[in-house]
């Protein structure tokens, strides 16, 4: 098993602090803007260079004018500010060598497409920042709120408002020059589904985010009971897609995470995934996948990501002259 280290919350006691919520006024010291943003919300925060959050906040994501503006002025009212950890909603442009780095891709989101956070805080702030999207954010900061070994590979996966996987290893984010939209995978499903992806009928995320649920349902899927036939469908689907995970990856463990699945499904989920594999690969087994599989709720490991993010490159962490 993972060494969580519990403190009742599932996070790291070594790294609690950089959950820890500070009225300190004192804006003089160096500090990190950090952003994490969904698809629902984003949560901003300022941090000292040690992990003490000094102030955060959490507005929903809007029509991007309207975000942006929240954005700047909750990070304008800070002058210590030497770079941002930012993890934002995909599909982004990650090749460095792009002069369009950092862009956001083709999203369903209406008007995001073409939107540039980390040209615009560059702009603004005249500091560094560094950009990754908010499940390979999310990924590193559960890696490390976590503690664990430096030898594992671990494929943190969210299921939200969207769905998405971020992989690694090593303590590293492991990916190409782009990253993966492994939500965007396709899945078979049979009956009558409306996907919410306007760009794929049958992909994981289109069918089994948690706007899929709601629209197909007509719940969030927290008031349905298990038993439901609603839940029945969405545990196939979500089984497909983690099974797949297994056979491509192979990661040590899994950690789902996101506002639409709890504990609850675990049971059924795992023994979906058992049928599915129909005895081929002799590591999956129930007890093999009750320690590789764990639920982490929607806690906010994106945001220590983004920390990690900017720290790991502290040296570049300038303001531009």
Not at 262 to 291: D, F, R, V
Request: proline share 3%; charged share 15%.
């Amino acid at each position: 098993m993972p060494n969580s280290k519990s403190d009742g919350h599932g996070l790291g006691q070594s790294k609690i602090r950089s959950y820890v919520l500070s009225v300190n006024a004192n804006n003089n010291s160096e500090t990190i803007g950090l952003i994490e943003g969904g698809g629902t919300k984003f949560i901003l925060a300022v941090a000292s260079t040690s992990g003490l959050i000094l102030k955060r906040k959490t507005i929903k994501t809007e029509l991007p004018d309207a975000t942006l503006r929240q954005i700047f002025s909750f990070f304008d009212q800070f002058e210590s500010l030497v770079g941002f950890g930012c993890g934002i909603f995909g599909p982004l442009n990650l090749d460095k060598n792009s002069p369009n780095f950092g862009i956001i891709l083709n999203t369903p989101k209406p008007k995001w497409s073409g939107v540039n956070i980390k040209r615009m805080l560059e702009k603004r702030y005249s500091v560094s920042v560094f950009i990754e999207t908010d499940v390979n954010t999310a990924a590193l900061g559960c890696y490390h709120l976590r503690d664990l070994p430096n030898s594992q590979l671990i494929s943190y996966i969210t299921i939200g408002t969207g769905i998405g996987i971020g992989n690694i290893l090593n303590g590293e984010i492991v990916r190409g020059q782009h990253h993966n939209e492994a939500g965007h995978s396709i899945i078979h499903h049979a009956g009558e589904l409306d996907s919410q992806c306007p760009f794929h009928e049958n992909c994981v995320e289109g069918l089994a985010s948690g706007s899929a649920f709601k629209k197909n349902f007509g719940d969030k899927g927290k008031n349905l009971a298990i038993d439901e036939l609603s839940w029945s469908i969405e545990i196939k689907l979500l089984a497909q897609f983690i099974y797949n995970q297994i056979c491509f990856v192979t990661p040590d463990y899994i950690f789902l995470g996101g506002g639409l699945i709890s504990e609850k499904i675990k049971t059924p989920l795992i023994n979906h995934i058992i049928k599915i594999n129909n005895g081929y690969l002799t590591h999956i087994s129930q007890s093999s996948l009750n320690c590789k599989i764990q639920f982490v709720g929607n806690k906010n490991y994106a945001l220590f990501g983004a920390f990690k993010l900017a720290t790991a490159n502290h040296s570049k962490l300038t303001k531009f002259m």
